[in-house]
């Protein structure tokens, strides 16, 4: 950049001092333009950096999914439908998974369900039975309690021995243990039965829980695609065992409108500062020599890798370097027709109102960069 602008200033003086001869040349004007140059120069290149900053880290992204089978057990790969490279559709079936052994699961907890079922009237069965127990206790021990008082008005008297007492006091008090334990057994079934979560069963609810777990392994059995792309690096066969702990194969999806035409450049932290959304910026790429390309801003990103603390037990250290650089969104005009792959890369200038000067001469050496493209460019 100096070089250009030196040179470009020296080749002026040349033009008006010596070749057109328009204005003569005194120790008073060479002292002048002596001073001057470096000073035009050095404010340019400054404006250039602050005003209009460019960015040599200008590339093209695509968002890639990776496809991780969603069952909760390992299952066998069965077939492949998917073949690499060939355009897919959202919900196209790109591979299944052998689903007999879902399939056994889910008779197994269908059943589960209809025997915890119909065991809830078995648990009210049982709850009758047990009330019915506690009042057969109880009027067992009223029976015991009425025969007791009468033997003790009698032993009063002086009509019966203290051993027929104490037997009717035995009967009392196996009356009363009786009475516990119903009401223990009567206990324990009713919370049986009136266990429920909401207004089922929690044994049923259980049951059913398993079953609609292993139907959605069922249905995942059968991956399909996330969006409209198309599947890359394609190594997965048949007979695989595959799980939800690893990817199986990478999905490309294809750009919307949101993302099509968008570049994203990263500029140093203080030229970053100067750029805001909606801006004009100019993109060239090296596979397009010659060409380049208009465009605005559409997001800034106030965030770099060096700005995220993982979590660790440990402090956080300082030896990261200080050059964290800065993304920003550049949508290109007219852009629909125009391919870029993703991993593209170029170089990108955003331009401000300010110092137009300095504006005209990055757009000028941004061309020139894009007409160096066709001596450098490679295969």
């Given at each position: 950049m100096m070089p250009a602008i030196f040179g470009s200033y020296a080749a002026l003086i040349w033009l008006v001092f010596a070749k057109l001869r328009l204005i003569p040349?005194?120790?008073?004007?060479?002292?002048?333009?002596?001073?001057?140059?470096?000073?035009?120069?050095?404010?340019?290149?400054?404006?250039?950096?602050?005003?209009?900053?460019?960015?040599?880290?200008?590339?093209?992204?695509?968002?890639?999914?990776?496809?991780?089978?969603?069952?909760?057990?390992?299952?066998?790969?069965?077939?492949?439908?998917?073949?690499?490279?060939?355009?897919?559709?959202?919900?196209?079936?790109?591979?299944?998974?052998?689903?007999?052994?879902?399939?056994?699961?889910?008779?197994?907890?269908e059943?589960?369900?209809?025997?915890?079922?119909?065991?809830?009237?078995?648990?009210?069965?049982?709850?009758?039975?047990?009330?019915?127990?506690?009042?057969?206790?109880?009027?067992?021990?009223?029976?015991?309690?009425?025969?007791?008082?009468?033997?003790?008005?009698?032993?009063?008297?002086?009509?019966?021995?203290?051993?027929?007492?104490?037997?009717?006091?035995?009967?009392?008090?196996?009356?009363?243990?009786?009475?516990?334990?119903?009401?223990?057994?009567?206990?324990?079934?009713?919370?049986?039965?009136?266990?429920?979560?909401?207004?089922?069963?929690?044994?049923?609810?259980?049951?059913?829980?398993?079953?609609?777990?292993a139907k959605y392994n069922l249905d995942e059995a059968t991956v399909r695609a996330p969006c409209d792309g198309y599947v890359t690096n394609l190594q997965l066969l048949p007979g695989t065992v595959v799980s939800a702990a690893a990817s199986v194969m990478p999905f490309v999806c294809n750009r919307d409108g949101g993302n099509r035409g968008v570049v994203v450049a990263t500029f140093m932290q203080g030229p970053y500062l100067a750029i805001k959304p909606g801006a004009y910026a100019e993109v060239v790429f090296p596979m397009y020599p010659g060409r380049v390309f208009p465009g605005k801003v559409l997001t800034t990103i106030d965030l770099a890798s060096e700005g995220q603390l993982t979590a660790t037990g440990l402090f956080p250290g300082t030896d990261t370097p200080h050059n964290a650089r800065f993304a920003v969104r550049i949508k290109l005009d007219d852009s629909d027709d125009l391919r870029l792959p993703a991993g593209t890369q170029g170089s990108a200038a955003v331009f401000s109102g300010d110092v137009q000067i300095a504006g005209v001469i990055r757009m000028a050496v941004l061309r020139a960069n894009s007409w160096l493209n066709y001596l450098f460019f490679t295969s």
């Open positions: 040349l005194t120790l008073p004007i060479a002292i002048i333009l002596a001073a001057v140059g470096p000073l035009f120069a050095f404010y340019i290149i400054l404006s250039m950096n602050n005003d209009h900053p460019s960015s040599t880290d200008a590339r093209v992204f695509q968002r890639v999914v990776q496809i991780t089978p969603h069952i909760t057990v390992p299952g066998r790969v069965q077939t492949v439908v998917a073949q690499a490279n060939t355009p897919l559709t959202k919900g196209d079936v790109l591979f299944t998974i052998d689903p007999r052994p879902f399939q056994f699961e889910v008779n197994r907890l059943a589960a369900v209809a025997a915890a079922t119909q065991s809830v009237p078995q648990l009210k069965a049982a709850l009758d039975q047990a009330t019915a127990g506690v009042e057969r206790a109880g009027a067992q021990l009223s029976l015991a309690q009425a025969d007791f008082d009468r033997q003790n008005v009698l032993f009063t008297k002086g009509d019966i021995a203290q051993a027929a007492l104490d037997k009717y006091q035995r009967n009392l008090e196996s009356a009363q243990e009786a009475v516990t334990g119903a009401k223990a057994v009567e206990t324990k079934a009713r919370l049986a039965y009136e266990s429920n979560i909401g207004d089922e069963n929690t044994t049923v609810a259980q049951a059913r829980q398993q079953l609609d777990q």
